[in-house]
């Protein structure tokens, strides 16, 4: 429930372009959500959940987003956060799955200000690295808000965070 559902996808008569129309997701992305609803830890907190979920569903698959950032969030229309742009999506280097992409191969995709260290440094993506992903983004969209100094909320997105890919919490 928190990936953005595929439609349909199609190639133009020509075959010169490919189209995919995926459900409307008309609430924005969460950065333009998180400025007008995150003033509420409980929203905040349940927009995370959404976001792990999401992720979590995503990598029991085997497939490794790649770039996860608030721009690649969106809200529907009941509120609801959903992942979206599995574009630079691929299957995690220790996974069967059969997911292929054609965008970025063998090239780091991500966008770098939420780039996971071992990414940047141009390593392939792992699940360890949408999980740092997340953290920045967590930090992004929650930097201006009351509980962003809390204590709890500080450690729970230093761990995400971690230098170190095996010190991430799965």
């Known amino acids: 429930p928190h990936v953005v559902r595929l439609v349909d996808a199609f190639v133009s008569d020509d075959l010169t372009r490919g189209f995919i129309v995926t459900e409307l997701c008309a609430g924005g992305d969460l950065a333009t959500f998180a400025h007008r609803a995150f003033d509420d830890a409980n929203v905040a907190r349940g927009c ?3 976001v792990l979920w999401a992720l979590s569903y995503l990598h029991s698959l085997g497939v490794v987003h790649g770039d996860v950032k608030p721009q690649n969030v969106v809200v529907d229309a009941d509120g609801v956060p959903k992942i979206c742009d599995l574009g630079t999506a691929r299957a995690a280097a220790n996974s069967a799955s059969p ?8 090239a780091v995709q991500a966008t770098f200000a939420y780039a996971a260290p071992e990414v940047a440094a ?3 993506p792992t699940a360890a690295s949408d999980v740092y992903s997340f953290g920045v983004l967590v930090e992004e969209v929650t930097r201006t808000r009351p509980y962003a100094h809390d204590a709890k ?3 729970f997105i230093s761990r995400l965070k971690d230098r170190d890919p095996d010190k991430r919490p799965s």
Do not use: F, K
Request: with cysteine; proline share 0%.
């Open 48 to 50: 995370c959940r959404a």
């Open 99 to 106: 997911l292929t992409t054609t965008r970025g191969v063998g």
């Open 122 to 124: 141009h390593h392939r």
């Open 153 to 155: 909320w500080s450690d």
